[in-house]
C-alpha cells in the first residue's frame, strides 16, 4: 500500500492506493473517515454495521488489513484497518447525512474527477508517442518499399521478357505473399480480414506498428533476396514465380521468429 500524492487542494482525508479485483484503485482508510464524519459510535461497531446494512462486499468494495502497529493488553492483538474504495466512502459519507458527510462527498467526487484527468491526460500522451513512432515507421517503410518493389519489377520485366501478357499479376501476387509473411494472428481467417482491410486502401496505412516493422525488414532483405537468388538460377518464369513465393514465405517466417524472439 502507498499513500498516493495529494490530489486535491486540501487534503481533507489521505487517500491510499490498493489492489481490489487486481485493479489499482484508489481508497481511503475507513477509520479516517469515521474520524472526519464525527462518528459518535465507535469505529469497529460503525463499519461492520455499515457493511452488514449496506451489502459493502470485501474484495470488491473494501479490503482488511491487519495494523500491526496497533496492540492492547498485555498480549496485544492486531487492530483491522478497513481500505475502502472511492464509490463506498462516497455512500458512507452520503448516509452519514450531516454537513461533514456532504463536504467528504464532495471531497471524494473531486478526487475521483482529477484523478481521472490525469489518467485521461497520461494516455493521451502515451498515444502521441505511440503515433508519432507509428508516422516514423511508416515513413521509413516507403523507402525500403523502394527497395522491394525495384526487386519485383526485375521478376516482371524477367517474366515480359518471356512472353508474359500479365506481368502486373505478379507484382500483387508478390505483395500478398510478403504481407501473408508478416500478419501472425491468431490463423486464417483473420489473415483474410486484415487483408481485405489493406484492400480498402493502402495496406501499410493500417498495418500496426509492429507489422510495419516486419514489412520494412522483408523489403529490405528477404523479398528482395527471393527475387535475386530466383532470378540468378533462371528458367522459366512460370517455375521462378512459385520459388519466390514459396521464399519470400519461409524468410518471413524467419524474420516474424526473430521479431518475436526480441521482444520477449
Not at 469497529?44 to 462486499?57: E, G, H, M
Not at 492486531?78 to 456532504?102: R, T, W
Not at 490463423?187 to 480498402?200: A, C, L, P, S
Amino acid at each position: 500500500m502507498r499513500k498516493l500524492k495529494s490530489i486535491a487542494t486540501k487534503e481533507l482525508i489521505p487517500i491510499f492506493g490498493q489492489k481490489i479485483e487486481q485493479e489499482n484503485v484508489q481508497t481511503v482508510n475507513a477509520r479516517d473517515v469515521h474520524a472526519f464524519l464525527e462518528v459518535k459510535k465507535d469505529f469497529s461497531n460503525w463499519i461492520k454495521d455499515k457493511i452488514k446494512n449496506y451489502d459493502f462486499i470485501e474484495g470488491q468494495d473494501y479490503i482488511c488489513s491487519p495494523n500491526l502497529a496497533s496492540k492492547t493488553g498485555s498480549g496485544g492483538h492486531n487492530i483491522k484497518e478497513y481500505y475502502v474504495s472511492l464509490d463506498m466512502a462516497k455512500e458512507l459519507s452520503m448516509v452519514q447525512n450531516n454537513p461533514k458527510g456532504k463536504e467528504a462527498r464532495q471531497y471524494f467526487i473531486q478526487c475521483e474527477k482529477i484523478a481521472k484527468a490525469a489518467i485521461l491526460k497520461e494516455a493521451q500522451q502515451i498515444k502521441r508517442q505511440s503515433d508519432k513512432e507509428w508516422k516514423q515507421l511508416r515513413d521509413n517503410s516507403k523507402a525500403t518499399r523502394k527497395t522491394c518493389t525495384d526487386a519485383m519489377q526485375k521478376f516482371c520485366d524477367y517474366a515480359i521478357s518471356q512472353g508474359s501478357k500479365n506481368a502486373g499479376l505478379y507484382y500483387k501476387a508478390l505483395t500478398d505473399a510478403e504481407y501473408d509473411a508478416v500478419i501472425i494472428p491468431g490463423g486464417h481467417i483473420e489473415i483474410r480480414n486484415r487483408k481485405k482491410e489493406f484492400k480498402k486502401t493502402n495496406g501499410r496505412d493500417v498495418m500496426t506498428t509492429d507489422e510495419l516493422i516486419r514489412i520494412s525488414i522483408m523489403d529490405m532483405t528477404a523479398t528482395r533476396k527471393a527475387v535475386d537468388d530466383a532470378l540468378e538460377a533462371g528458367g522459366d518464369y512460370h517455375k521462378i514465380y512459385p520459388m519466390i513465393k514459396e521464399k519470400i514465405l519461409r524468410y518471413g517466417q524467419m524474420v516474424n521468429n526473430s521479431f518475436l524472439l526480441q521482444n520477449n
